[in-house]
């Protein structure tokens, strides 16, 4: 066995097949998990835990990264702005990790439906930072915009009550800040930096909230927080690391968009979130509208 592992990992095919099927696996999984979480933990524990593993494995992976570390600290040192808008990332992913726990909790297909419509809003801003759509484009933008907006009047999140539908649109604007951002910032500085910086924001304004320390506990220490954890900082270098060296950003995309009907099908399987049948064409609806924005990358 161990001999076979030494042989995969000296075959690039084999690594990248490898590290696509587990970021698929991933992207089934850790929605899932974050469902648990979102049931069981307050929602305030998700950036903790979020932030606190993703340092952690940044910090443990650092003898390996090291060099990639020190050129993209460099290179953010010298652009204050670039700098600004990674910590800025990290203060809307906090809000969008702890809204998108609150959503989750009653609604897990509702929390993953607010990508559709965000990519179609990013999109269009990002025609303004002088990125050109053509005709396929235009059209998946606008199929991604008119799906969100059916998903609002028709799907699960029309058996939720209004305070939820109103955090279902604010996650849906956090969503955009947060893509448009990653379009900006990657240009500049790698990724690993990037997700470092925007980490060390979350955890900052996790500390600057005064949590509860039984909040801290439970996000930390408790199964669920460390299974949270993990699975992010697992889900994040899984899927950057591969981009880089082995794997395409489309086929990575597509992998992650893949996941979208699966995931939308359990919810309605497990946690009654409609049928089955319904959640499927809104997963098929979403990656349909996906794919073109995808494979134009």
Request: hydrophobic share 60%; aromatic share 12%.
């Amino acid at each position: 066995m161990l001999r076979m592992a030494r042989v995969d990992a000296s075959s690039p095919r084999m690594s990248s097949s490898l590290f696509i099927i587990i970021f698929f696996a991933l992207a089934i999984v850790k929605p899932l998990a974050y469902k648990l979480c979102a049931l069981k933990l307050d929602h305030r524990a998700a950036p903790i835990f979020i932030s606190t593993y993703v340092l952690l494995g940044v910090a443990l992976t650092m003898p390996w990264f090291h060099d990639l570390f020190i050129e993209g600290m460099e290179q953010l040192i010298s652009m204050p702005l670039i700098l600004g808008l990674c910590l800025l990332k990290g203060v809307i992913f906090w809000y969008a990790s702890y809204g998108g726990q609150q959503l989750t909790q009653h609604s897990l297909s509702s929390a993953r439906y607010t990508l559709p419509p965000a990519l179609a809003i990013a999109a269009i801003i990002n025609v303004f930072f002088g990125e050109i759509l053509t005709l396929v484009e235009w059209v998946a933008v606008i199929g991604l915009a008119l799906s969100g907006i059916a998903f609002f009047l028709k799907g699960h999140l029309q058996d939720l009550d209004h305070p939820t539908k109103i955090l279902f649109v604010k996650l849906v604007g956090a969503l955009v800040c947060l893509i448009v951002l990653d379009h900006i910032t990657i240009s500049h500085i790698n990724w690993y930096v990037l997700l470092f910086t925007s980490n060390v924001a979350v955890f900052v304004v996790c500390l600057l909230y005064r949590k509860p320390l039984a909040v801290w506990k439970s996000a930390i220490f408790s199964k669920l927080g460390m299974l949270g954890g993990l699975l992010m900082v697992t889900y994040e270098f899984v899927k950057f690391y591969p981009m880089v060296m082995l794997v395409p950003v489309t086929v990575m995309s597509t992998v992650q968009a893949a996941a979208t009907p699966i995931v939308l099908v359990l919810t309605a399987m497990i946690w009654g979130e409609r049928t089955w049948k319904e959640q499927l064409i809104w997963g098929v609806l979403a990656i349909g509208f996906i794919l073109p924005l995808i494979v134009a990358d």
